[in-house]
């Protein structure tokens, strides 16, 4: 069973920056694309950002682009989320999820793409 864990949410001044983290337990962490989405109170879950399983492609919202930041570490088995300028609309609970099958990178942007998701990490953005 696949577990991902994630950390380093928090709550930060609009501005500020933080990186997420999800850690992933067992040994085929490097042939799935994994994706960040995150959903606010009273919203759906919405797509963030996703990377490819050997890291050579990386996908964004719109609103993310230019200030967040996808990366991966096979040897660690940990997807990264940098985000720097944040603003309070980036408050929300944040989700790590891997992709349903191995060597693939489907429709990122779709959370049924994804078999697996972590807890969630709470990110807080004052004004």
């Known amino acids: 069973q696949v577990q991902l864990v994630e950390s380093g949410g928090g709550l930060v001044q609009a501005g500020g920056s933080l990186r997420l983290s999800c850690a992933a337990s067992?040994?085929?962490?490097?042939?799935?694309?994994m994706g960040w989405f995150r959903q606010a109170p009273g919203k759906e879950r919405e797509f963030v950002a996703a990377?490819?399983?050997?890291?050579?492609?990386?996908y964004y919202r719109d609103s993310a682009k230019g200030r967040f930041t996808i990366s991966r570490d096979n040897a660690k088995n940990t997807v990264y989320l940098q985000m720097d300028s944040l603003k309070p609309e980036d408050t929300a609970v944040y989700y790590c999820?891997?992709?349903?099958?191995?060597?693939?990178?489907?429709?990122?942007?779709?959370?049924?793409?994804?078999?697996?998701w972590g807890q969630g990490t709470q990110v807080t953005v004052s004004s």
């Open positions: 999820a891997r992709e349903t099958i191995g060597y693939y990178i489907g429709n990122v942007y779709s959370p049924a793409e994804y078999a697996y």
């Open positions: 067992g040994r085929t962490f490097s042939t799935y694309s």
């Open positions: 990377i490819s399983w050997n890291g050579g492609g990386s």
